[in-house]
């Protein structure tokens, strides 16, 4: 099967039939999303699994009653940093350095470039920022899903800031993104299994443009390159 038959074959499942799925595909699917690129590399985000019914049926209030919460088999709750700072940067750029065997004050130059960067544009604006980060995980962790025949409906339905204070993660950092429940199809109670999958026809989605299409712009700024802040 090609990466475009795993994504043919997966929907927004809507009927989960409660079977659990295996360690090795949950490990998988949770490589997948750890493997995932971030803007500087930064991994602004983590994944919280939960699989105890309990706590799945109290998230379940907080997201529109959807059954996928609870018929899962574990769910993933994807939570991006509230906001960038200099410990927090540093934090992860050390370790990078120290994995890579390299000076801690490598990515000093490029450290204080986005630091520079993210800090006058605020909280709300790096908390976005991050979250978009998660985004992009989420999305491999989806097609990593398909590739493993496990059913995943990405969920954004549901109130961040009550999750939040039901998981106690306000106060660390994190603020959750979006869900993912993992689990297996219960086919014959799902309205959306059989439908045809809807796409914007490649015509409508895909430009290609030259030169001719772009404007004239007689202001482009001469920017220092981003190469120059780190070392060689
Ligand atoms: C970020 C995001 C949030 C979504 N939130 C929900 C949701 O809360 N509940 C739900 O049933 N489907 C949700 N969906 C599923 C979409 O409706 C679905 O992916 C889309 O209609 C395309 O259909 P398909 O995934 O079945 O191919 C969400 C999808 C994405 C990407």
Redesign the pocket.
Known sequence: MSLLDDLHW???T?KMNGVSVQQEKLDYILEAARLAPSSSGLQQYKVIVISDKALLEKIKRI??D?S?ITDCSHLLVFAAWDGYSEERVSQVFNYMMDERGLPRDTMDGYKDTILGLYGPLGQEWQAHHAAKQS?IS?GLAIAAAAEQKVDA??????LPDKLDELLQLKGTGYKST?LLPLGYREAENDW?VNMK?VRTPKAAFVTEMTIADAAVLSDLPVMQSLGSFTRK
């Open positions: 997966r929907y927004a809507k997201a529109y959807q996928q985004y989420f409906t990405p969920i954004e339905g549901f979006v959306l999958k």
